[in-house]
């Protein structure tokens, strides 16, 4: 090997520690092509009502959710050391945006937007910071039970808050005891809505049917094609199903979210606690999918790589992101 070789090897090296997405665009093989554009259906299936479902929850416009949903997996996919992640409007960030762009006067769509978009900036600051900084050390002193405890944790969490929604009713509650307490009083009211149930319902068969007989077909994807076919046959939003409706069309473009100079103290401060909400659950579960496939991330890599997400989501037009374990 000669010595530009060489100091060509490091070079890229160098340069694919610190953008990952070029190894994977490397070592990519033809054959995993199918299985991936499969799994990308899937996902997007998934990705996109979830990613309007928790828009609405922080006070946004719908379309924000689908802003966010594509711009940080972009993102990600450069700069993620994790070739399984996937980034993404959560549950668990929903409520502190909403605490936080609310009362500085985020009624008013345009201005949430700007609010939201100005906090995910500040939140992916701060977590790029860190992981410039190289804080990414602290995730590793986390046990493996710990982790297990997380994952179930968060299984127990999404299951218990997503009941309400399966039975087309919403709740107040916040948190898994409230929410568990507030789901059965609905029950007992007889607030369930029947359609929605049945739609519900009928997509859990669905994947499980297919999971068990077919695993080859997106049961995901076959569930949703169910579920919409379902409500534009029967009429079913006049039944209490709840839709979405129209949606504005076009990508997000690249912009400064606006706001006011009085609002940067109460906006960064809640950046600080979206960053540590947002660090916990990317970085363990990271390193928990990690372990199941025997495989090692750069704690540091995967702060950069979510404050990049983060940042990119804020200057188009989305809001705050994390990872998620039922992506």
Request: charged content about 15%; aromatic content about 6%.
């Amino acid at each position: 090997m000669t010595y530009a070789s060489a100091m060509s090897g490091g070079w890229a090296g160098g340069l694919e520690r610190w953008v990952p997405g070029l190894r994977t665009v490397r070592q990519y093989r033809r054959s995993w092509l199918g299985s991936d554009l499969v799994a990308g259906l899937v996902l997007t299936a998934l990705l996109v009502p979830v990613g309007m479902g928790y828009a609405q929850a922080a006070g946004l416009p719908p379309i924000t959710g689908l802003y966010a949903t594509i711009v940080p997996l972009v993102a990600y996919a450069v700069f993620g050391p994790s070739r399984v992640m996937v980034l993404g409007p959560d549950s668990s960030l929903a409520a502190v945006i909403a605490a936080v762009i609310l009362p500085l006067g985020g009624d008013d769509p345009e201005t949430a937007v700007a609010l939201a978009g100005a906090l995910a900036v500040l939140t992916g600051l701060v977590i790029l910071v860190a992981g410039i900084a190289r804080l990414g050390f602290v995730t590793e002193l986390l046990s493996r039970p710990v982790q297990l405890g997380y994952l179930y944790g968060i299984a127990v969490t999404i299951l218990v808050g997503q009941l309400p929604r399966l039975c087309g009713f919403s709740i107040e509650g916040r948190g898994l005891l409230t929410e568990a307490r507030d789901f059965a009083r609905g029950v007992a009211d007889g607030r369930v809505n029947r359609a929605a149930l049945a739609v519900g319902l009928t997509g859990i068969v669905v994947i499980q049917v297919l999971k068990r007989l077919w695993r080859t077909v997106p049961g995901v994807m076959v569930a949703v094609i169910v579920g919409i076919a379902a409500v534009a046959l029967f009429d079913l939003d006049a039944e209490g199903v709840r839709v979405i409706g129209m949606l504005p069309q076009g990508l997000p473009t690249l912009a400064l979210p606006r706001f006011d100079p009085a609002d940067l103290g109460a906006l960064f401060s809640g950046a600080l606690g979206i960053a540590l909400v947002a660090v916990a659950d990317t970085t363990v579960l990271s390193q928990s999918l990690a372990a199941q496939r025997h495989e090692t991330v750069d704690p540091n890599q995967e702060l950069r790589a979510l404050g990049a997400a983060n940042l990119a989501a804020g200057l188009f037009q989305g809001f705050a992101i994390s990872s998620s374990a039922s992506r």
